[in-house]
């Protein structure tokens, strides 16, 4: 009798150590972020960025010559508030389109339904005096008179095209200078709460509207506020208010 009882409980433990693992587990989906431009409903890329002619909010009809911009810290936040946070950065020379794609080298989630974050350029600790050598050969430094780290973006054209009084802007973004040696962090913290769901391996598009620079919630007047802007604290704080529009969820890709 003790036999029979000690043969049942062997089998039982075998049929336990048996069960299929993925019964109780989730699926892992690896994740890719590809960024596309547009002014409004016009799609901007390296064939018409330096061709396009657009106007902004506040009138004024305006080219552009460069676009050059860096993102951090992505994070995929679950439906159960669990953060899925991936390593590096994005570098986005809008003239390259080999930069619109970011792909982190470590990146399996669950699937499930996700929103997305990240930082507009860096946060105050990753943003550090030369301690990127792909952002130091893109001659990418903030000044060390106006805060020091990277800038988070470079955004060159001319204004007023359709007249003969033409002028330069450069939009130029990053930490914000108060006065002498007193500096403020700038970055922004971008939250996108439309419903991403992850079903397999995906490929997340990251939509940038470039004409909401200009807009929302400050109307630019180049005519004001064209050049130079890095030192201009007012102009700086403006930038980091209306960063917040510019990003949207595209489509997702499987």
């Given at each position: 009798m003790k036999r029979t009882i000690l043969l049942l409980i062997l089998a039982s433990l075998s049929f336990a150590c048996h069960e299929d693992p993925d019964d109780n587990t989730t699926p892992l989906a690896s994740i890719a972020f590809n960024f596309t431009h547009h002014w409004d409903d016009t799609l901007i890329n390296s064939t018409n960025l330096q061709t396009e002619i657009v106007t902004n909010e506040n009138g004024e009809v305006i080219s552009m010559s460069r676009i050059r911009y860096l993102v951090?810290?992505?994070?995929?936040?679950?439906?159960?508030?669990?953060?899925?946070?991936?390593?590096?950065?994005?570098?986005?020379?809008?003239s390259d389109e080999t930069t619109y794609n970011f792909t982190p080298e470590i990146n399996n989630i669950p699937t499930g339904t996700y929103t997305l974050r990240f930082i507009w350029g860096f946060n105050e600790a990753d943003n550090m005096d030369g301690a990127y050598q792909d952002l130091n050969t893109e001659n990418w430094s903030w000044?060390?008179?106006?805060?020091?780290?990277?800038?988070?973006?470079?955004?060159?054209?001319?204004?007023?095209?359709?007249?003969?009084?033409?002028?330069?802007?450069?939009?130029?973004?990053?930490?914000?200078?108060?006065?002498?040696?007193?500096?403020?962090?700038?970055?922004?913290?971008?939250?996108?709460?439309?419903?991403?769901?992850?079903?397999?391996?995906?490929?997340?598009?990251?939509?940038?509207?470039?004409?909401?620079?200009?807009?929302n919630p400050n109307t630019w007047d180049l005519n004001v506020l064209d050049t130079p802007l890095m030192p201009n604290y007012d102009a700086q704080k403006m930038m980091q208010e209306n960063v917040m529009s510019v990003f949207t969820i595209g489509e997702i890709s499987f």
């Open positions: 951090s810290r992505f994070q995929l936040i679950n439906t159960s508030g669990d953060v899925y946070t991936f390593d590096g950065y994005k570098f986005t020379d809008v000044p060390a008179n106006l805060g020091g780290g990277y800038h988070f973006l470079q955004f060159d054209g001319m204004y007023n095209v359709d007249t003969t009084a033409s002028s330069p802007f450069n939009y130029h973004n990053g930490t914000a200078r108060v006065s002498d040696g007193v500096f403020e962090q700038n970055f922004a913290v971008i939250n996108l709460d439309t419903p991403i769901l992850i079903s397999s391996d995906a490929s997340i598009e990251v939509k940038m509207n470039i004409a909401e620079f200009f807009k």
